[in-house]
Nanobody, 113 residues
Framework: VQLQASGGGLVQAGGSLRLSCAASGSILSFKTMGWYRQAPGKQREFVAF???????NYADSVKGRFTISRDNAKNTVYLQMSSLKPEDTAVYYC????????WGQGTLVTVSS
């Protein structure tokens, strides 16, 4: 199983970005996928997840600003990020829970003030 994250970049505060994470290999259907992030000098923290039946959960810090979604046909999870703040600056890692936990390589999001 491999996860390929993309979509990070530099954006001004108040702007938007959409991250994508495509899973490949021996993928089972309808498994939970999600995102964590790690800011410089800080521990990795939970951002959001989406279950196979599209139940979702968000960290309080991103509720109302971020939306997680998935395309099961493409084995891809998305993170639409809006109203970005400088404190959202981090490397964002996607994950897949399938007989264990798989991580993507991370994509850097930088929000300038």
């Amino acid at each position: 199983v491999q996860l390929q994250a993309s979509g990070g970049g530099l954006v001004q505060a108040g702007g938007s970005l959409r991250l994508s994470c495509a899973a490949s290999g021996s993928i089972l259907s309808f498994k939970t996928m999600g995102w964590y992030r790690q800011a410089p000098g800080k521990q990795r923290e939970f951002v959001a997840f989406i279950t196979g039946t599209e139940g979702t959960n968000y960290a309080d810090s991103v509720k109302g600003r971020f939306t997680i979604s998935r395309d099961n046909a493409k084995n891809t999870v998305y993170l639409q990020m809006s109203s970005l703040k400088p404190e959202d600056t981090a490397v964002y890692y996607c994950y897949l829970m399938q007989r264990g936990l798989y991580w993507g390589q991370g994509t850097l999001v930088t929000v300038s003030s």
